[in-house]
């Protein structure tokens, strides 16, 4: 097995974004969401790539990888940023059996979501959804060769 680096995809936008580590490949798309309501009154959202993002929309920011190396990748860590032009959506981080843990400090380091604590004037608090900058999956299983999966976070245009 091969020992997988993080992959911190730092460029974010309509665009897909590839990045390779050990025969890894992931590619990042950003979507924008229409959220209509069905006839149950539950919410249904379909996306589309985000050409044009007016603020309060919700967009999905995902990376579907895929392992096109000979033998499995363990240790794999992925890294994606929360633009600051967005608000993250908490509980909305998700995909593959990963442990997700988020920055507020440029994604120098990472806690649980509960965990994750800024210090100001008035102390210590829990960081808010707005101060989230980045966003870690560190995979608790190898990648096998030839598998796939994504991951995901939604946020909401400031």
């Given at each position: 097995m091969l020992r997988?680096?993080?992959?911190?995809?730092?460029?974010v936008g309509a665009l897909a974004t590839p990045a390779f580590a050990n025969g890894l490949k992931a590619e990042q798309v950003v979507e924008v969401a229409t959220v209509l309501v069905g006839e149950t009154g539950n919410e249904v959202r379909t996306y589309a790539l985000a050409e044009e993002v007016a603020p309060g929309d919700e967009?999905?920011?995902s990376l579907a990888y895929a392992n096109e190396g000979a033998v499995s990748v363990e240790a794999v860590s992925l890294v994606m940023p929360v633009p600051a032009e967005v608000t993250y959506i908490e509980t909305s981080a998700g995909g593959t059996p990963s442990t997700i843990t988020y920055s507020v400090d440029g994604g120098t380091n990472?806690?649980?979501r509960d965990s994750l604590v800024?210090?100001?004037?008035?102390?210590?608090?829990?960081?808010?959804?707005?101060?989230?900058?980045?966003?870690?999956w560190a995979f608790t299983e190898p990648i096998p060769a030839a598998a796939t999966g994504r991951i995901s976070f939604r946020a909401v245009l400031k």
């Open positions: 997988a680096t993080v992959i911190a995809l730092t460029m967009v999905r920011y990472f806690a649980a800024v210090t100001g004037e008035d102390g210590a608090r829990l960081a808010s959804a707005d101060e989230i900058t980045h966003i870690k």
